[in-house]
């Protein structure tokens, strides 16, 4: 009995124990580098001023209770003493937050268990082993493959982290299957296509998969495709489509604001301008709150999953007449930022993600 404890524990231990992002480069330096610029590698309160303003206002802080680590910094060497009431927070000299949502942690995800508040990471108890997709691979010399895991194959393994997330009344408060409808949903192949360059320094191949995790800070112009704008003219004005073909909405995290702004330039004037929002606002009695007070979505007209939004325009068009449409968002909306103390320009600057110029014949 008690020596099965102790190989309980001494899985624990190991299982805990993920190697340093910094022992991958030399091998992987073009993944590696890739990686330096996600958000992946910046998810903590030190590089994510965005995440560091919600955290200095949330309510655990003052127990010192970094329940974020579960996702934000899960390679953590004291995951479970920093998760804990018990006043120790976040310590940018511990080398194991520092790599934040690290390349052994994710790579070691063998299940994910489902569950509320949030999904639960199975981590694999085998140190130096790594979960694959690549079935055709040579050894590497510093771990071992394994390319059996479903998760991996079927582009998934996301979800333990991305599933989800409730408060304590229960309101779902960022998801990216709110249903539960993405069962075999492929994250990978919109957010790490294969790109030029090969996967290790060992072997020569023709592409990787990106590992700079495109998505609402960076590398927008990646998923551009994925969304159509399309433009209808008729006799008596236009209309404006936004052709989703994504299995999430557009957005997804409640700090941000999306907007469609339609412009029409007649010769060298603008004789038209028409800005839409798109946000999902969650609150109480019918006002927003911070997400940990809300009890219901307040107000939702971001664009859903495979949806195609129109918008219609009563405004008759004439030969030459150019209409632009950006579609385009801010990744905290302004006066949030504000009450959260964030000065970083880039949590308000306006970021286009897609611009389409129509000239009527
Ligand atoms: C279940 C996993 C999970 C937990 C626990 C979690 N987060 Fe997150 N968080 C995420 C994911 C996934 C994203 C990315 C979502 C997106 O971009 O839409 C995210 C994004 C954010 C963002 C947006 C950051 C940005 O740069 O725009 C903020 C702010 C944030 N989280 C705050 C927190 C705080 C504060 C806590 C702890 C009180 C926390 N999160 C706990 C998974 C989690
Ligand atoms: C000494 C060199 C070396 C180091 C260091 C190294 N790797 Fe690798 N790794 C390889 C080689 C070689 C391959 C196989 C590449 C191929 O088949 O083209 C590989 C493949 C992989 C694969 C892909 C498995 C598959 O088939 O899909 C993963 C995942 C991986 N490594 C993760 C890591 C992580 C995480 C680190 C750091 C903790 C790391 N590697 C450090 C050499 C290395
Ligand atoms: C261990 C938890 C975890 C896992 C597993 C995970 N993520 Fe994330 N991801 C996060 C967190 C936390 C953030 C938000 C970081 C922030 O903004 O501070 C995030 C952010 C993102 C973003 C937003 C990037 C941006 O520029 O805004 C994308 C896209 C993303 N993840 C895709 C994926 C994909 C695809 C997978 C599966 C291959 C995955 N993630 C697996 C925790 C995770
Ligand atoms: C958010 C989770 C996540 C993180 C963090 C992550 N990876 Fe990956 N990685 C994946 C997934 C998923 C795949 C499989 C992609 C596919 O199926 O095309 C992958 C594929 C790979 C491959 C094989 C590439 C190929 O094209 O066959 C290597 C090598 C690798 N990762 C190494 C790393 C290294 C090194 C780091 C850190 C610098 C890292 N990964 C960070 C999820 C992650
Ligand atoms: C068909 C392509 C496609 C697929 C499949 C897809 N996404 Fe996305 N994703 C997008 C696009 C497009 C955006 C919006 C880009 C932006 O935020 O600039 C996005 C945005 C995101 C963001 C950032 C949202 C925010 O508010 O910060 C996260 C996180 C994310 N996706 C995670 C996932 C996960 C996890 C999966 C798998 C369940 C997935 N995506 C599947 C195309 C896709």
Redesign the pocket.
């Known amino acids: 009995m008690s020596r099965w404890i102790f190989l309980f524990a001494a899985t624990l231990l190991l299982a805990g124990n993920f190697a340093p992002n910094e022992s991958c480069k030399s091998c992987h330096p073009l993944i590696w580098e890739e990686y330096q610029g996600s958000?992946h590698a910046k998810a903590t309160i030190f590089k994510?001023p965005?995440?560091k303003?919600?955290?200095e206002h949330?309510p655990?802080r003052k127990k010192g209770a970094?329940?974020?680590a579960?996702?934000?910094t899960p390679a953590a060497d004291n995951l479970k003493e920093l998760v804990a009431p018990n006043g120790i927070g976040p310590d940018p000299k511990n080398q194991s937050q520092q790599d934040a949502v690290a390349c052994a942690y994710c790579h070691r995800i063998q299940a994910i268990h489902k569950g509320d508040p949030?999904?639960r990471n199975i981590i694999s108890p085998k140190p130096r082993v790594y979960f694959g997709s690549r079935q055709e691979h040579i050894p590497s010399p510093f771990h071992g493959i394994d390319t059996s895991n479903p998760n991996f194959l079927k582009g998934n393994v996301c979800m333990g982290?991305?599933s989800h997330?409730r408060n304590k009344f229960g309101l779902n408060v960022?998801s990216t299957d709110p249903n539960g409808e993405i069962e075999n949903a492929n994250c990978v192949s919109c957010h790490m296509p294969q790109v030029p360059g090969s996967v290790s320094t060992l072997k020569e191949r023709p592409t990787h998969a990106f590992h700079g995790f495109p998505?609402?800070?960076f590398h927008q112009e990646m998923l551009q495709d994925y969304l159509e704008i399309e433009f209808l003219p008729h006799l008596k004005g236009f209309e404006v489509a936004l052709n989703s073909k994504l299995p999430h909405a557009f957005?997804?995290?409640p700090?941000r604001v999306a907007f469609v702004d339609v412009t029409i330039t007649r010769g060298d004037r603008q004789i038209f301008h028409d800005r839409k929002k798109l946000v999902r606002i969650i609150g109480a009695n019918g006002r927003p709150t911070p997400p940990w007070l809300a009890r219901e979505v307040v107000k939702d007209t971001m664009l859903q999953p495979n949806e195609k939004r129109i918008f219609k325009y009563d405004i008759p068009l004439e030969k030459g007449d150019r209409v632009v449409v950006r579609l385009g968002y801010r990744?905290?909306k302004p006066p949030l930022a504000k009450k959260l103390g964030i000065q970083d320009p880039m949590a308000t600057k306006p970021i286009i993600f897609k611009e389409a110029t129509f000239t009527y014949r």
Request: charged letters at 10%.
């Open positions: 958000m994510d965005i995440h303003g919600v955290w949330h655990a970094y329940k974020c579960h996702c934000h949030i999904n982290c991305h997330k960022c998505g609402a800070h957005l997804l995290h700090a990744l905290v």
